[in-house]
């Protein structure tokens, strides 16, 4: 297939890179000249705008920062855009402004899909992203075989928007946690306990999870090295909290949660993974 | 002085009257103009209007929204209002935001202060509202005797924004106060006590405060019909979470305080008063 693919950062790279491996043709374009070469040298075509990448190209994928970044490189899109272009955002940003941007794409004819992913830029590279899907039926077919490249678990979760929404709820069990295994391990650790013993003893109770497993490790070898960045994870929960602010729903653990993250940006740890909200709870509770 | 008014609800018409009652002029426009109704007021058809007729200009409005699009969109304020004048922006809303509306009015050469107010609707109507006011103090001291008609507490915090800061202050103490006093009725009613004995035992004590008086007094009662609507304070929170966010500062209370206010939200008492946090705690 014939695929345009615009952001590559750390995570958008690796995975239009997957799509040559794949054997699609891809033409990429980055805000930043410099990120294109790497794909130029995989044998990807380089596009001079988001209008000229989208000329000619069956899909468009994106993959940048926020949501105003979405809507302009898609306004972008659209003016390029031959009717019937299917274009999917594969970056987080709020269910209403992937909705709004869906509404805006379809006066131009382009059909519009969001797709978050999870799994971080090992996922990337290895090619095994979660991948939540929110569009039409006709949207997610024809995206599919470029999803099947980049992700293992792959799920049409509904309607325009509903990927968002999955990927919030993702962020709020993996912000919550990592503060549950970090504050576990701060309680074992004030009480004396080794608790590399103590993650040891619960991988084989229901408290399992990836988190423990994987986050927990990093946690025990003091590890801070993103991963996934504090303040990209904050940046998530702002999303969660303001959505929960528009609806009327009490997220009380997730607004908790959202504060820890804040401090963490606040005091200097924004680029550290977000287990360094371990040293945050130390620092609290004078266990430096 | 002529003095305009944009703005009428339960604040906007009672501090209006009070600058008429000083001697002002008073010019006023409202969205719906039936609430500009029985004023002793000339009803401009604009604000660009209101703005060309007026030295001083008061707005106490919802949201950041509506003050920028009065003060900078189409027909608005910074259309009308002559180099020299004064906006006062009596909203609660975004300090960000009023940071960016007093720099467009400056390319104009239009003077604001953001000068939010705290007292409720029962402190305009008694003119003894609290004044946090951000902006040039030259320009404050040029609006203080009209400022003076609403309320004797007059303070300057700072440049533009500051007041907006002073009143997200102010907005994090009252509603995380009136959830306390909330869980204390809560706790006393769940243990088969009097609440209006306790209530009246704290009064006397370190616990005593404004809100336990007012909204206290209301929870007793089971009285919950506005003094301030709830859905104003679920809006003031919002703001103040976003600005705790862009300065990466915990406020574990303030959090947990919002996800209250959601849920008040969720029951549909928005327009209710704030003092239905009781009821959320009676869902649980």
Not at chain 2, 73 to 76: A, F, I, S
């Given at each position: 297939m014939k695929i345009a693919f615009i952001g590559l950062g750390i995570m958008g790279r690796p995975m239009a890179l997957n799509l040559l491996k794949g054997g699609h043709q891809v033409t990429v374009w980055a805000r930043r000249a410099e990120s294109m070469q790497p794909l130029l040298d995989a044998g990807a075509k380089g596009a001079g705008s988001p209008a000229e990448a989208a000329q000619g190209n069956e899909l468009v994928i994106s993959m940048v920062a926020d949501a105003p970044d979405v809507a302009e490189v898609m306004r972008g899109v659209a003016q390029g855009a031959a009717p019937g272009l299917v274009a999917v955002d594969m970056s987080t940003i709020a269910p209403a402004a992937a909705r709004q941007i869906g509404v805006d794409l379809a006066a131009a004819g382009v059909d519009f899909m969001d797709a978050p992913v999870s799994g971080g830029e090992v996922g990337a590279i290895a090619g095994t992203l979660s991948i939540m899907a929110g569009g039409s039926d006709a949207a997610f077919a024809k995206a599919k075989p470029a999803f099947e490249c980049m992700g293992k678990n792959i799920v049409h979760v509904g309607a325009s928007g509903a990927g968002q929404v999955a990927k919030a709820a993702n962020q709020i069990l993996t912000g919550m946690g990592v503060l549950a295994v970090a504050e576990a391990f701060a309680f074992a650790a004030k009480n004396g306990v080794d608790r590399g013993k103590v993650r040891e003893a619960l991988l084989g109770g229901f408290a399992y999870s990836r988190i423990l497993e994987n986050h927990g490790q990093r946690m025990l070898d003091r590890n801070f090295k993103p991963g996934f960045k504090s303040w990209m994870h904050e940046k998530d929960l702002n999303i969660v909290m303001q959505t929960a602010h528009e609806l009327g729903l009490c997220l009380p653990g997730s607004a908790a949660t959202a504060q820890m993250f804040n401090a963490m940006v606040g005091s200097?740890?924004?680029?550290?993974?977000?287990?360094a909200v371990l040293k945050l709870l130390e620092r609290l509770s004078g266990q430096e | 002085m002529k003095v305009g008014f944009i703005g009428l609800g339960a604040m906007g018409r009672p501090m209006a009257l009070h600058v008429h009652k000083a001697g002002h002029e008073l010019c006023v426009w409202a969205r719906r103009p039936e609430s500009a109704a029985d004023l002793p007021a000339t009803l401009c058809a604009t604000p660009a209007e209101l703005g060309r007729r007026c030295e001083v200009v008061f707005t106490i409005i919802t949201s950041s929204a509506d003050v920028e699009s009065v003060t900078l969109?189409?027909?608005?304020l910074s259309e009308g209002m002559a180099p020299g004048s004064v906006l006062v922006d009596c909203s609660t809303i975004a300090p960000d935001a009023a940071r960016h509306i007093a720099a467009q009015l400056a390319g104009k050469g239009i003077h604001m202060l953001d000068a939010p107010v705290s007292g409720g609707a029962q402190g305009a109507i008694d003119a003894t509202l609290a004044i946090m006011a951000g902006g040039e103090a030259a320009v404050l001291e040029r609006v203080r005797p009209l400022l003076h008609c609403l309320g004797q507490?007059?303070?300057?915090?700072?440049?533009?924004g500051a007041g907006q800061v002073a009143k997200a202050c102010n907005q994090m103490i009252m509603v995380a106060a009136i959830e306390a006093a909330a869980e204390a009725m809560r706790l006393a009613a769940a243990s088969g006590v009097d609440c209006a004995k306790v209530r009246q035992a704290m009064?006397?004590?370190?616990?005593?405060s404004r809100v336990l008086d007012v909204m206290g007094e209301r929870m007793v009662g089971r009285d919950f019909a506005a003094g301030i609507e709830a859905r104003l304070h679920h809006k003031d929170f919002g703001l103040v979470l976003e600005a705790a966010r862009k300065s990466g500062v915990s406020m574990p209370l303030t959090a947990t305080v919002a996800q209250q206010l959601n849920a008040l939200m969720a029951q549909g008492?928005?327009?209710?008063?704030?003092?239905?946090l009781l009821r959320v705690l009676e869902l649980a």
């Open positions: 200097g740890m924004g680029e550290e993974d977000s287990i | 969109g189409t027909d608005g507490r007059i303070v300057h915090i700072g440049p533009n009064a006397g004590g370190s616990a005593a008492w928005g327009r209710d008063d704030t003092a239905s």
